[in-house]
């Protein structure tokens, strides 16, 4: 379902955020977003359906997407002073996408979320919603 597919997306974000640091290989980065996917039964979805993109995160800077980038075959590291963009999505058949990305500023003792936006899913219908 969308929700769950949400939960684990928000779920990826914090894992992922406790791992960045210089010094953290982008590859496991993907593998530990992967393994939750898995572990959450949503691997046919990840980043994808029928076409899965191979990245999970990317470098922010001058291009639309650079180093270091978080797939499976990166060689790239993390230093201090990178930013870097999560973006956990799911793809479900008949229901569409469903997922976070927040951008995060690598430390040397950990990540900074520079992402003010909450991660809990705002519904719009609702008139007494703060966010409207």
Partial sequence: ???????????????LAAMLRAGTAAADLYRRAADLADRAGLSPYFMG?????????????????EAPVLAPRSRDVLATGNVVA?????????????GIENTYYVGADGAECLTPAPTEIIDLTQPTSPHL
């Fill in 49 to 65: 359906h029928r076409q899965q993109a191979g990245f999970v995160g990317h470098g922010v800077g001058i291009e639309v997407n």
């Fill in 86 to 98: 999560i973006e956990p999505k799911f793809v479900i058949p008949g229901i569409g996408a469903v």
């Fill in 1 to 15: 379902s969308a929700l769950r597919a949400h939960a684990c997306s928000v779920a990826i974000h914090s894992e």
